[in-house]
């Protein structure tokens, strides 16, 4: 009762909110979850960015973060959360400039800001790397060892939060995130929907998952309460997964039956490798590259949200099936799927 009455007096204090990368898929949903919960909130977008996941209610504030303009366009804020970020590029420096650079400005200006008292900075579960074994997901206290080059940068974002921010600061990892505007998962249900249940290697491999609505609800917690100061936290269902059941998960999701595809571990380089060259001659980036691969020859990507839990109170509103069928059925109504 007496947390309860903390969080809500907090809450009273801190009503106005800037999210760098809000018309991103997690960005757009948080600010909807935030407008929701009554706080007024800057969603700080680039210029020239697609806006169309934002909420119609949105206070869209176009930005240049390295414009001398940024700290006025933040004046008056109580809470910045940092969520701009770069999953896929094909050089570090790239991972530098927008992962670990940027990250550095917003420190500064929270630093510098008369009126921002918390910032909260949105990293990854790649700053931490996979667990050894089932058995033992990653917690927040144990040593990071980031398999690819995001998520050495997101490590080392962490650590220029924890070693050069002067104000309030919380720091949340979300395990793999899923839900509506995301286009990572829609490969996977694309894939089921043609009848392809994709396996990589000879193992099997457990990830855990979380639901975009349900990582908004776990920073709007952060936001809410002085126990979330100083701290990490990793944002995860309480279910984790092997491959085999999230795809038989997509199959329930799509009515649909899928047939098993292995793709041998060594082969996934030449995709990779593919995949890059033919992104590059479109002037992209690749979904499938060797960073990813990097990733993905890992067995167990599973962390505890045990400390989420405790902390804050946090339980998620959705199962992952359930989340699942409510993705699903956001794609097929905007025709993604």
């Not at 009126?115 to 997901?137: C, E, T, V």
């Not at 990071?144 to 650590?159: F, I, N, R, T």
């Not at 990582?215 to 491959?243: C, K, P, Q, Y």
């Amino acid at each position: 009762m007496i947390d309860l009455f903390i969080i809500g007096f907090e809450f009273t204090l801190m009503k106005k909110i800037a999210i760098t990368g809000a018309n991103g898929f997690v960005g757009s949903r948080l600010t909807g979850k935030l407008l929701a919960r009554g706080y007024q909130v800057l969603s700080l977008v680039r210029h020239g960015a697609n806006t169309s996941l934002l909420p119609g209610d949105a206070d869209i504030v176009f930005v240049d973060y390295h414009g001398s303009d940024f700290a006025e366009k933040i004046a008056g804020c109580d809470v910045l959360i940092h969520g701009a970020a770069l999953t896929r590029a094909r050089y570090w420096n790239d991972f530098k400039k927008v992962n670990i650079d940027l990250t550095d400005k917003m420190i500064l200006h929270a630093n510098m800001s008369d009126s921002i008292a918390k910032l909260i900075f949105i990293s990854s579960q790649a700053a931490a790397g996979p667990a050894l074994d089932r058995d033992n997901p990653r917690r927040e206290n144990d040593a990071c060892h980031p398999v690819s080059l995001y998520g050495k940068s997101k490590m080392l974002a962490e650590k220029l939060v924890q070693d050069k921010c002067q104000k309030s600061y919380t720091i949340i990892r979300p395990a793999a995130v899923f839900g509506p505007g995301d286009r990572d998962f829609l490969f996977y249900f694309k894939l089921v929907k043609k009848h392809l249940a994709l396996n990589i290697g000879s193992r099997e491999k457990y990830l855990s998952l979380i639901y975009v609505d349900d990582l908004a609800e776990l920073i709007s917690l952060a936001v809410s309460t002085n126990r979330a100061e100083g701290e990490i936290f990793f944002a995860a269902h309480d279910e984790s997964v092997s491959l085999t059941r999230f795809n038989a998960y997509l199959g329930e999701c799509l009515n649909t039956f899928s047939n098993p595809v292995t793709i041998p571990a060594f082969f996934l380089d030449v995709l990779a490798i593919l995949s890059e060259l033919w992104a590059s001659l479109h002037h992209n980036v690749a979904l499938l590259n060797r960073e990813k691969v990097r990733e993905l020859n890992h067995h167990y990507w599973l962390v505890s949200n045990a400390k989420a839990k405790e902390y804050l109170h946090f339980a998620p509103d959705y199962d992952i099936l359930e989340a699942l069928h409510l993705t699903c059925k956001w794609y097929k109504e905007k025709g993604w799927l």
